[in-house]
RNA sequence: GGGCCCGCAGCUCAGCCAGGUUAGAGCGCGGGGCUGAUAACCCCGAGGUCCCGGGUUCAAAUCCCGGCGGGCCCA
């Protein structure tokens, strides 16, 4: 067995069978609330690497605060409602009988497109559902809140039923974002804007009169116009300028005519585009334009065009707004009342009708003249050539530009003025925007800069969607006084009906669509206004539709109200935590924020973390048409859900977006191994010595341990405190990170490479004993630590190594573990960190000197300021460089001094003894240097005359002594004496030969206590010290017998070595 | 055009909020070593204008201002 997926398959079915989540929630029955709430997945396809990420993160702090003891909410959610859904069975399950919208009425009937949709959306719950379990998602899969259900429609209508009361339910005309593929209007966050290439062009607008107007005009005058949408021209109703910029009269040539051309004088520079040359013959305000009337330039193509001019004289005039710009364009704004939204505030404060000739299809009316039945993006080309006949095209072109389409099925929307339902999220803005700052974000811009930017700019948020498959919006209106009642639940609907539809009421079209009322006003009948309800107020309501409310309280006033403790606006209430991707800003942060306002008067949640998304290595987006999609289950398949968990979490900050990395996946995986072969070393040996740790607790062996035993205990300790620190922050990948240093570095790299020696310690010896206590008190504080990350092989190395028979059948249900401040030793923490940089240094040493760690050196020196501090820690540094002894202090004494004679200050003093003065310093440079140092000067006599040389004429250096090598670390140096002497040389002799006869054995499969009888043969050296360290190379090898002498013909296996040059013959025999 | 985030080794990222050793780690690469938890591990080496330019300061990867590049959101 080993960390991966087929471990992790039979502890998931272990936590199912032995009902896991039962006996947790039964564990903190009693415990303090903690209401996470899912954000719903939308149940349209199978996860990906994004939704892996955030429900691991979700499943972290879950798990944490469950074994904290907290009663948190584990119910996941599922977003099943809209147009995605609509789509996917409009063009997966039903194609062959749905071409258009229209189809769904008349060919499929709504019954059966609904009852598909519905269809659609539970097989999605039902195949991720399975993915998030195999993640090891701890989650109430059987008994999730669904947006489909009849209770969870009705937490939506009394919301709608609580804005209707507040006076912010509104239906309006106005310019939406309207797709004519799914004949719908979208919200502002449901248009996606990607770059397209569209039609550039100049388009000239006779003037026909300008006596309303400042200016005047000569006959032949005409605004120019630049539009990138030509099929908005049809509906052209007026013209904008900005009212204090400069415009120009300018007379030019354009195709073959002369005009008088009025543009913006910023933007003259288009006039060269349109004409050859031009001449400015006047200039003026722009707002001296005001009043101007004009023939708009499909005058004849468009004879809606001629009634609405002749029918209203406000219509194709020139009026003034803000808002035009000196950017782009000419200055003047072809202005489409029924096709953008500033054009139609404009149209309303002057009185212009929201004109539009395109119906819902995005094909022109019959108000569209000649363009009747054309889909007007197909329309462009038809409206330039007619504009180049009429000699009224100034100019063609093509531009690139962001442009708005569907997010679902990427048609490039239009605006068209319809009417709608709103919620008037403006009029509650500010309070949205208090709520914000009581709101904690993770990271603090998450919310006080991202999202309050985004609220700040929020317009009224359009509800409303002429679809089937949502939400049915819960307004019925009255056909005969236009009285509208707007309904909070099934059982209000029972009331007001006049007579319910035949079957179980289901919430959804065409149901609902039956029900009809009774008009309290009039007695009339009332009607349902046919639309269904912008998803995102599916899921902007969760935190109470979820729990059933308002059909049932209990579960509100438990997890949304701390049972009854507070009240909605009260700090503690709401959902405790929620996270999601940074694009869930304009999403669900927004939708719960505008609902939980428009319902409670609050924020339905409390703590937000925003994590990022996923990319691949370079930073790009993962897309199909990319090929760089990664399947979060091609991970779990290959390493595990573990280690996909802890790779997730550890790889970087959550609200940063994460470049996917195979390497670091492969490289997770080695430290879970890393993990598992630490715990299998622990198992293995103290299994072998029969040990109990009940038998043998820790603080009956304190006396025996090891400074190593009790740093790691420290270690272990601190490493409780960061991790719950952390935890506690929702900086997750603080507390993986922590771990993963711990495990590879702390435990397997140092720990255990330290006591290695230890376990082969007599059975009963103390000082062995305590290293097993050690042991197992750190992992009992280890899994536990890690179970949010890593449950499975925290489960595993739990039930195999620590589970007790009174002990809990899930690590999930121990307690999480608190920091035992009297094992921390910070001193003896930093201590250890010293050791381990000298101890780096000491074998790089080794490497540079070509003496193998294998071979014992005498002596090992370290420099330090404060020597006491490393005391106990002397054993640990002899043992890993494998010298005889260590020696610490603050200055190595057997450095030796030596004196360098300095050309340039020796010269100009000395001049003809310099030379024989600097040969002197040479020849004597430890005597001077020692003199100088001492005394400040060193006396001689050259050539009959004293001189003195001060440490001025001199460099003075420090020489190591024959023998020694040095090298520095942080926080010292060390020095080695890297030569080694005959014993030296016959106990490495003896350190050669067991590992080769430990090899040996290996390869003979022997079991790690079997005995053998061992010959060795090789030249004088090697067997002089086999002699010598006989005993112990016996006992290590576990040789009954060893013989100096040639390997008998039978015996199992015999090997000719070759080390260092010289041979040595092995053979093994298994013993009896 | 606005808001936010990011920019450091070939790659993935720490360090920046709270300025102060010689800017670190892992992976990758080259070399060497170790071997009874080893499909591990250890050591060494190469590899950096900390995006650019100003400013503040005794001192800037870190703070401030202005650019540039990338991402997300908005217009």
Request: proline share 5%.
């Amino acid at each position: 067995m080993e960390p991966g997926p087929e471990l992790e398959r039979e502890i998931q079915e272990r936590w199912e069978r032995e009902d896991l989540l039962g006996k947790v929630r039964e564990r903190n029955r009693d415990g303090p609330i903690f209401y996470f709430l899912d954000g719903p997945p939308y149940a349209s396809g199978s996860i990906h690497l994004g939704t892996a990420w955030n429900k691991i993160i979700k499943d972290a702090v879950n798990r944490y605060r469950l074994m904290r003891g907290y009663r948190v909410r584990l119910q996941p959610g599922w977003d099943c409602h809209g147009l995605p859904i609509e789509v996917k069975v409009e063009q997966e399950v039903l194609s062959d009988e749905i071409e258009c919208k229209k189809d769904i009425e008349e060919k499929v009937g709504v019954d059966r497109f609904v009852e598909k949709c519905k269809e659609f959306a539970l097989k999605h719950v039902e195949i991720m559902t399975e993915q998030f379990k195999r993640l090891g998602v701890l989650m109430d899969w059987d008994h999730p809140y669904m947006t489909l259900d009849n209770e969870y429609i009705e937490g939506a209508w009394y919301t709608l039923k609580r804005a209707h009361e507040r006076g912010l339910l509104a239906r309006d005309v106005r310019i939406v974002n309207w797709c004519p593929r799914c004949e719908t209007a979208l919200a502002d966050h449901e248009v996606e804007y990607k770059e397209i290439e569209d039609p550039s062009i100049f388009v000239l607008f006779p003037v026909e009169d300008d006596s309303e107007a400042e200016v005047d005009l000569p006959d032949n005058a005409a605004l120019l116009i630049w539009t990138t949408t030509p099929w908005t021209l049809p509906a052209n109703l007026a013209v904008a300028v900005h009212p204090e910029e400069e415009y120009v009269l300018a007379r030019a040539e354009v195709n073959g005519e002369e005009w008088h051309l009025i543009v913006a004088d910023k933007l003259k520079v288009v006039l060269s585009a349109v004409a050859d040359s031009y001449e400015i013959v006047d200039r003026f305000p722009g707002e001296a334009l005001e009043g101007v009337r004009y023939r708009p330039a499909l005058w004849d193509e468009v004879p809606r065009l001629r009634e609405l001019h002749g029918e209203n004289d406000r219509v194709h005039r020139v009026y003034t707004a803000e808002w035009v710009t000196m950017e782009e364009g000419t200055g003047c704004v072809h202005v489409a009342p029924g096709h953008g939204e500033e054009d139609f505030e404009l149209g309303r404060e002057v009185g212009l009708p929201p004109h539009c000739p395109v119906a819902e299809d995005g094909t022109f009316t019959e108000e569209g003249g000649r363009y009747e039945g054309l889909y007007v993006r197909d329309a462009n080309e038809r409206i330039i050539e007619d504009l180049r006949e009429k000699g009224l095209l100034a100019h063609e072109d093509t531009v690139r530009h962001r442009y708005g389409h569907c997010w679902r099925c990427k048609t490039p929307i239009i605006y068209r003025a319809t009417e709608q339902w709103f919620l008037k999220v403006t009029e509650v803005k500010d309070e949205m925007l208090d709520w914000i700052e009581r709101v904690e974000w993770i990271p603090e811009w998450a919310g006080h800069s991202r999202f309050r930017d985004w609220v700040e700019n929020a317009r009224d948020w359009c509800i409303s969607r002429q679809r089937y498959w949502g939400i049915p919006l819960p307004v019925w209106e009255c056909e005969e006084c236009g009285h509208l009642e707007v309904v909070g639940s099934l059982d209000e609907l029972k009331e007001k009906a006049r007579e319910l539809p035949d079957g179980e009421p289901d919430l959804h079209r065409p149901w609902v669509d039956r029900v009809i009322l009774e008009c309290p006003e009039c007695g009339g009948e009332m009607r349902r206004v046919p639309d269904v309800l912008d998803v995102w107020v599916d899921s902007g309501v969760a935190a109470w539709a979820s729990l059933g409310y308002p059909r049932r309280r209990d579960e509100f006033e438990e997890w949304f109200l701390k049972e009854g403790s507070c009240r909605p606006e009260d700090e503690e209430a709401g959902a405790d935590f929620i996270t999601e991707g940074h694009d869930q800003t304009r999403g669900w942060f927004y939708s719960q924020l505008g609902c939980g306002v428009i319902t409670f008067g609050a924020c339905p949640y409390r703590t937000v973390l925003m994590h990022g998304f996923t990319l691949d290595e370079e930073g790009r987006k993962m897309s199909k048409s990319l090929g760089n999609v990664v399947d979060p289950m091609d991970i779990v398949e290959e390493y595990g859900a573990d280690t996909l968990r802890w790779y997730v979490l550890r790889s970087n900050a959550p609200w940063r977006d994460m470049h996917f990395s195979w390497r670091d996946v492969r490289d997770t995986h080695r430290a879970l191994n890393v993990l598992w072969n630490a715990y299998r070393f622990t198992k293995m040996y103290s299994e072998l010595d029969g040990f109990d740790p009940e038998e043998h607790p820790l603080e009956e062996l304190e006396e025996h341990l090891q400074p190593e035993d009790r740093w790691l205990l420290s270690r272990i300790h601190t490493l409780v405190r960061e991790v719950t620190d952390a935890m506690e922050r929702y900086h997750v990948h603080e507390a993986a990170r922590a771990l993963y240093e711990f495990v590879t570095e702390d435990l397997s790299r140092w720990y255990i490479r330290l006591v290695r020696e230890r376990v082969w310690l007599e059975r009963d010896d103390p000082r062995k004993l305590a290293v097993y206590a050690v042991l197992y008190h750190a992992f009992d504080r280890l899994v536990r630590l890690l179970n949010p990350i890593v449950p499975h092989v925290a489960e595993h190395i739990y039930r195999d190594l620590l589970r007790g028979e009174d002990d809990p059948e899930s690590v999930q249900l121990l307690d999480w573990p608190e920091p035992e401040e009297g094992w921390i030793d910070e001193e003896l923490e930093e201590a250890m960190e010293t050791v381990r940089d000298a101890a780096e240094a000491a074998l790089s040493l080794r490497q540079r000197a070509g003496v193998k760690t294998r071979w014992p050196l005498r002596r090992l020196f370290v420099e330090v300021e404060d020597p006491e501090r490393l005391e106990d820690l002397r054993d640990v540094l002899a043992r890993v460089v494998n010298v005889k002894e260590v020696e610490l202090g603050e200055r190595f004494e057997e450095k030796v001094p030596v004196a360098r004679p300095r050309p340039d200050k020796i010269g100009p003093e000395f001049r003809d003894l310099a030379g024989r003065i600097i040969r002197h310093v040479e020849e004597h440079s430890e005597e001077v240097a020692r003199a100088i140092l001492e005394s400040g000067e060193y006396r001689t006599e050259v050539d009959g005359e004293e001189i003195i040389l001060t440490e001025e004429h001199v460099e003075i250096e420090e020489r190591l002594p024959e023998g020694w090598a040095s090298a520095e670390f942080e926080g010292g140096r060390v020095y080695l004496y890297t030569e080694m002497d005959e014993e030296l040389r016959r106990e490495a002799w003896a350190r050669e030969v067991i590992r080769r006869v430990q090899e040996m054995r290996k390869e003979l499969d022997l079991d790690l206590e079997e005995r053998i009888e061992v010959w060795i043969d090789g030249d004088r050296e090697v067997l002089e010290a086999v002699r010598e360290h006989r005993d112990e190379i016996a006992r290590e090898v576990r040789a009954r017998e060893l013989s100096l002498e040639a390997p008998p013909e039978d015996c199992d296996l015999e090997r000719e070595w070759e080390v260092e040059d010289r041979s040595i013959v092995i053979g093994l025999r298994r013993g009896a």
